[in-house]
């Protein structure tokens, strides 16, 4: 099997850091094949804008963003960058997401990996997309830190819905690319050690037991059952309405 | 009364453009104030990165995000840029966010406006959150428009889920920071003219007629009712528990 591991954490030591390795060791250790796009590392620039299109402008007056796309992927003159991401998505079985929850949410730098790499016209169409989409029969899934404790992800709760909910954007473009994707794993109270609430011996304790869960959980993910997403067989009247 | 449209396009003839000039000319009329944060125009960077904290770092040896963040607002020493953002927000009564939903959230360049601009230590605290948040007093909303109509944003619609659901996210950040949140304000069916599938006529008469509703809701904010969300008193145990 192919992995790949989208990471994003701006500090190389981070505790993200160590589950991406924890990841990487584990397939690696299975024979399983890893490659790490280390979003920080590389710079990327998450900002979807003219300039990145501005070698081969298609409209020229006004910067329509999807004519652009669209036009690159067509004429094979997407950025490099990009391009390389989707070849390694394309190379890949399972990609994993692996980040912190900033504001309820990836870090800006990932959310702009889905605007600029999912390209309009070339891995999505009206017709491709959702259980028909491109990435079709490739797992995806989010791996996810938190400072709050698991517990306060609860409907109503201090951290604001379950981290299904919180995730359900992110989660449903995977599902509109055509993934097979499944619940997103938590990782709760994964703070600064000068933060935490616990005592240093149990803290220690804590970051060790979460490597080790990560290990089992990776160890046995071909068994997990993917969340569950309406397709084209589902809806009526060209997606508009759900079938009763 | 004081308004804050954060507007984000890359394209200043944009749909968004035009909404968030109906704004400003509605507000304007009826004597109250505007200010524009045009992220796109300004520059503004997204990625929360170590460079930001640069001339001033507590921790030297490794990034500690929120450690920087603490001590940059203790110590006046935030890029200025944010300090600007900051300001803007302090001086509003209304905050209202105008972008595009790209992959069912907002674009990195705004996602990357809530990682940088509500810091730590310093705009929220443990004890300054939620219900008794900064920003306590002022009302935020998300104007958004999509490419879908409104009527795919449904529970497992096409869109993905009601916009309330995808935009879950980034409304309950706006609740932690004190902010009394409006339901997101959805415009649907606005794309490129080439790519609708509206006559001419039609899609001119709709995007007049969206403009039209805009103003309309504008001059009647007030009397909307916001979203529900808990808050202190209606959390056990330090905010891990919901009270039954």
Same mark, same amino acid.
């Given at each position: 099997? +192919?992995?790949?591991?989208?990471?994003?954490?701006?500090?190389?030591?981070? !505790? +993200?850091?160590?589950?991406?390795?924890?990841?990487?060791?584990?397939?690696?250790?299975?024979? *399983? &094949?890893? /490659?790490?796009?280390?979003?920080?590392?590389?710079?990327?620039?998450?900002?979807?804008?003219?300039? *990145?299109?501005? *070698?081969?402008?298609? /409209?020229?007056?006004?910067?329509?963003?999807?004519? /652009?796309?669209?036009?690159?992927?067509?004429?094979?003159?997407?950025?490099?960058?990009?391009?390389?991401?989707?070849?390694?998505?394309?190379?890949?079985?399972?990609?994993?997401?692996?980040?912190?929850?900033?504001? *309820?949410?990836?870090?800006?730098?990932?959310?702009?990996?889905?605007?600029?790499?999912?390209?309009?016209?070339?891995?999505?169409?009206? #017709?491709?997309?959702?259980?028909?989409?491109?990435?079709?029969?490739?797992k995806?899934i &989010?791996?996810?830190?938190?400072?709050?404790?698991?517990?306060?992800?609860?409907? +109503?709760?201090?951290?604001? /819905?379950?981290?299904?909910?919180?995730?359900?954007?992110? +989660?449903?473009?995977?599902?509109?690319?055509?993934?097979t994707?499944l619940p997103?794993y938590? !990782?709760?109270?994964?703070?600064?050690?000068?933060? #935490?609430?616990?005592?240093?011996?149990?803290?220690?304790?804590?970051?060790?037991?979460?490597?080790?869960?990560?290990?089992?959980y990776l160890?046995n993910i071909h068994q997990v059952e993917p969340l569950?997403? &309406?397709?084209?067989?589902?809806?009526?009247?060209?997606?508009?309405?759900?079938?009763?």
């Open positions: 099997m +192919n992995v790949l591991i989208v990471y994003c954490h701006p500090e190389p030591t981070s !505790f +993200n850091s160590t589950l991406k390795d924890t990841a990487k060791e584990t397939f690696e250790a299975d024979g *399983h &094949c890893v /490659e790490i796009s280390d979003l920080y590392a590389q710079g990327f620039d998450p900002v979807e804008k003219e300039e *990145h299109y501005s *070698h081969n402008r298609i /409209e020229k007056d006004r910067f329509d963003l999807l004519s /652009e796309q669209r036009n690159a992927y067509m004429t094979d003159s997407l950025p490099k960058e990009i391009k390389k991401e989707i070849q390694k998505i394309e190379w890949c079985d399972l990609l994993i997401f692996q980040f912190p929850l900033w504001w *309820h949410q990836q870090p800006a730098i990932l959310k702009g990996w889905f605007d600029r790499v999912f390209v309009s016209g070339g891995l999505y169409t009206s #017709t491709m997309r959702y259980d028909k989409g491109y990435f079709k029969g490739k995806a &989010c791996s996810v830190t938190s400072g709050a404790p698991v517990t306060t992800f609860t409907k +109503n709760g201090r951290g604001g /819905e379950s981290i299904e909910v919180l995730l359900r954007s992110m +989660n449903f473009s995977l599902h509109y690319m055509g993934f994707v997103p938590l !990782f709760g109270e994964i703070q600064n050690k000068d933060y #935490t609430y616990m005592q240093p011996d149990d803290f220690t304790s804590h970051l060790k037991e979460s490597i080790n869960k990560w290990e089992d160890q569950s997403f &309406c397709g084209w067989n589902d809806w009526d009247n060209n997606g508009m309405e759900r079938k009763v």
